[in-house]
C-alpha cells in the first residue's frame, strides 16, 4: 500500500538527523536485528496511524 507523505516545516524539538550504527552492538553483545528495514518502517507507520490522536 501507499503511503501518504506530507511535507511540513520543522517543529520546536524535531530531530533533524537520525543516525544509527548497529556494529558496537554487534561486535560486544552478538546482536542481530530480526526485522527488516522495510518491516520495522512499515510497522512503525501503521502504530502511528492507530495512535494518530498522540501527534495532534
Do not use: N
Not at 507507520?45 to 492507530?50: D, G, L, R, T
Amino acid at each position: 500500500r501507499e503511503i501518504p507523505v506530507t511535507y511540513t516545516d520543522w517543529r520546536p524539538g524535531d530531530q533533524h538527523i537520525f543516525v544509527a550504527d548497529v556494529r558496537k552492538a554487534e561486535r560486544q553483545l552478538g546482536w542481530r536485528p530480526t526485522t527488516s528495514r522495510e518491516d520495522g518502517v512499515r510497522r512503525l507507520f501503521e502504530w502511528v496511524v492507530e495512535h494518530e490522536a498522540l501527534f495532534a
